[in-house]
């Protein structure tokens, strides 16, 4: 699985040209245009690091990691400032603010590919999940041996274990399994979620509040 980047800044060329060339460099790219948004977007693809731009509107970089410490499922993140302030005391804010690192622009991009592979390469490999799926024979592999599941279930669990980790919105979920076929509740999801936890254990599948599920590692 690829390494997830959050590229935050509110200028689009350079949104654009970092993730292209970042792209190149095989990891897996989101962006937002301002702090508020990059806090929603990390709540959900939950980025091994996040490239944040200082001066932004709604809320700047300071304000933006700060609240993105505040949420436990990142407390492993790596947050870097990609910034043209230059000043020593927005610097020092940003790390009491909880940065890993300060990057000035303007800074080549090779050499802030560079910065990155550095970067990903102290990031500890992600922990295999105790339970996969076998898509071919459509079972699901658990310690305790092999589990045979209605198809809907199935689906959920092999959706979850695509990106362990990841939390899957309740939209998102609706989307890949359901689509256009049927009309659906938020409780036809919850029944199966239920049903799934009584299979593969309670702490296996853990709901984040008003966002969705993912599967525990």
Known sequence: MSRRILIVDDEDDIREFIGYNLRREGYDIST????????????????????LDMMMPIMDGRQTCEAIRQIPELNDTIIVFLSAVQEEQCQIESYLAGADDYITKPVSMRILCSRVNAIMKRIKPTVTPSCSVDSARRVVITPQGELTLPRKEFEIVELL???????????????QIWGGE????????????RRLRRKLGDDTITTHKGIGFKIEI
């Open 161 to 175: 274990l695509s990106d362990p980790g990841k939390v899957f919105t309740r939209e998102e979920i609706f989307s």
């Open 32 to 51: 937002a245009s301002n702090g508020k948004e990059a806090v929603e977007i990390a709540r959900t693809t939950l980025p091994h690091l996040i490239l």
């Open 182 to 193: 049927v009309v659906v509740g938020d409780r036809t999801l919850d029944v199966h979620i």
